[in-house]
């Protein structure tokens, strides 16, 4: 094959993988969003497959499958031509933790935490497990929202009076990276577990 023929085949791949990558964009940045409510918690399969990175998948105590007492669960999930995933679960265990940063919280760990937790506002050294709903007209498009309450209206307020967190990351080149934070109150044992997962574009 020549070489005239092999660098025109070159620039009608690139144009149609343009093409395609153009398409997939469009597709999911105007793709109506949603919010689904759901009566039972995530199934651990869900939580897996949006969650997971190579070797540091969620601590088994925190998945579903493992605990009766779910409060609280949220995912969102936005998707373009790369994919971002927030996880939120908020358990009572009977079992005790202690984490790296213990409470009460000096201001530079306040300030950490706070800066930490996605759509959260903090008063009073608490803050709510919940997510602060929005109209469905207000969500971006390309954006899915699960969430789980457990039934009827349960307290998901989180004190940082007594008990301890953390914060654990990882980054790896072409997969994209992981950020956890978890909390754990033990004046009510409650344990709240946060993941932004961030899928680079392969």
């Not at 149609?16 to 999911?28: C, D, R, T």
């Not at 996880?87 to 530079?108: A, G």
Request: aromatic share 16%.
């Amino acid at each position: 094959m020549s070489k005239s023929k092999i660098f025109k085949l070159g620039c009608l791949f690139s144009v149609a993988s343009l093409f395609i990558a153009i398409i997939v964009f469009i597709y999911f940045s105007t793709r109506p969003n949603h919010i689904h409510f759901q009566g039972q918690p995530f199934s651990d399969a869900l939580i897996a497959e949006n969650t997971d990175f190579l070797e540091h998948s969620i601590p088994s105590y925190l998945k579903t499958s493992a605990n009766h007492d779910v409060i609280y669960q949220a995912m969102i999930i936005e998707e373009a031509l790369d994919r971002e995933v927030i996880f939120r679960t908020l358990i009572r265990l009977d079992s005790t933790f202690k984490f790296e940063h213990q409470f009460p919280l000096n201001t530079s760990e306040i300030i950490e935490l706070s800066n930490s937790i996605s759509f959260a506002e903090f008063y009073n050294q608490t803050f709510s497990a919940r997510l602060r709903l929005l109209r469905g007209d207000e969500i971006s498009d390309g954006i899915s929202i699960f969430i789980y309450a457990k039934p009827p209206d349960h307290d998901t307020i989180i004190t940082l009076q007594n008990g301890s967190y953390e914060l654990r990351s990882m980054e790896e080149d072409k997969i994209g990276f992981y950020k956890d934070l978890i909390v754990y109150d033990e004046n009510k044992h409650y344990l709240f577990f946060e993941r932004h997962r961030y899928f680079a574009f392969q």
